[in-house]
């Protein structure tokens, strides 16, 4: 049955796979952002609405007094964003979708597979501690109230711009250059890394299902590879078939790089698989369809053919020559 479908956001990496999957569906789908994407264009069939999330005003101009049957929220970080949200969409909605993160879950887990039930607390990284504040309100105003609330977790999403290692392109280029390159921990940590269109699978599956709301979701695949491996697929994709891996602890290259260090120490140094029963539930047609070997040569297909995009972090590069030199110095 179509459906009204609101996406706050909705040209993103995570995004826009799913609003293009829920177009396809026969669903009507309307997107309201700063309309600046343009590596991500949207289907023609999808409505477009311009604002910033971010300003309330705006957003309620562009909005006026429509209803949806579903809003899902991409763009909200912080606690007084989604009470705003609450405010805008209550009795005008029948499902409100928000985007958190697996990165809320506790951090190191304490037992693997992490599970919905897995306690939320990450110490490490103020994004995940937002996500989790974020979805405390929405718990009581579920509970409270009855705001039809839906959380999804999703872990590290990927489509053909997002490369998933530390260094981005800078990484490939080390690789091509034939310059060691810098893997976090010893490299045999499992880490899941999901395709945007698997997810776009599991995410639309959710939207106006009545059994989703009032519940939470993380939607990951089962995907789960090495980091080393991670690398190499990557550095094969790039036409390098024996890439030069140092491996330093996580902690030392937060403090070396500290602008990594929430999202490596909080996050990626941890080994990370989850069970996706809950919502195979739901949408049993979910799972794991593009592995990321397929997906680096993606990636790899679409930087080569953007030059525009292989941009080489100097100061990165420069740092990444030094920590590798002092892990063969020691």
Not at 18 to 31: E, F, I, N, P, Y
Not at 174 to 200: N, Y
Not at 236 to 262: C, F, K, N, Y
């Amino acid at each position: 049955m179509s459906q009204r479908i609101l996406f706050i956001g909705g040209s993103g990496i995570i995004s826009h796979a799913s609003v293009a999957r829920a177009a396809r569906l026969g669903h009507r789908v309307t997107v309201l952002n700063r309309g600046r994407s343009a590596t991500r264009p949207l289907p023609a069939e999808v409505e477009t609405l311009v604002a910033d999330a971010n300003d309330a005003q705006a957003v309620a101009a562009a909005l006026g007094g429509r209803e949806f049957d579903v809003v899902a929220q991409f763009r909200a970080f912080g606690p007084e964003h989604v009470a705003r949200d609450v405010a805008q969409f209550s009795g005008r909605t029948g499902q409100y979708v928000f985007i958190s993160s697996a990165s809320a879950y506790q951090t190191p887990p304490s037992a693997l597979p992490v599970r919905e039930s897995t306690p939320l607390r990450n110490p490490f990284w103020q994004y995940s501690r937002d996500k989790i504040a974020c979805e405390d309100l929405l718990v009581r105003e579920y509970r409270d109230n009855g705001f039809p609330m839906t959380i999804v977790r999703p872990s590290h999403t990927y489509d053909r711009t997002l490369l998933p290692t530390s260094g981005g392109w800078t990484d490939v280029a080390r690789m091509r250059a034939g310059k060691p390159v810098i893997v976090h921990g010893d490299g045999t940590s499992l880490w899941t890394i999901t395709h945007t269109e698997d997810f776009a699978v599991g995410f639309v599956g959710l939207l106006g299902n009545p059994l989703a709301v009032g519940e939470s979701f993380h939607i990951t695949g089962t995907h789960a590879p090495t980091w080393d491996q991670i690398y190499t697929w990557l550095a094969q994709a790039a036409g390098v078939s024996s890439p030069d891996l140092v491996h330093v602890a996580s902690e030392t290259i937060a403090r070396v790089l500290p602008d990594l260090g929430p999202g490596l120490v909080g996050d990626k140094a941890h080994s990370m698989v989850f069970d996706i029963s809950k919502v195979r539930r739901l949408v049993p047609e979910f799972g794991t369809t593009i592995t990321y070997d397929v997906g680096a040569q993606e990636q790899l297909s679409w930087f080569d053919a953007h030059p525009e995009a292989q941009v080489v972090d100097p100061e990165l590069d420069a740092a990444f020559d030094r920590l590798a030199a002092h892990a063969r110095a020691v």
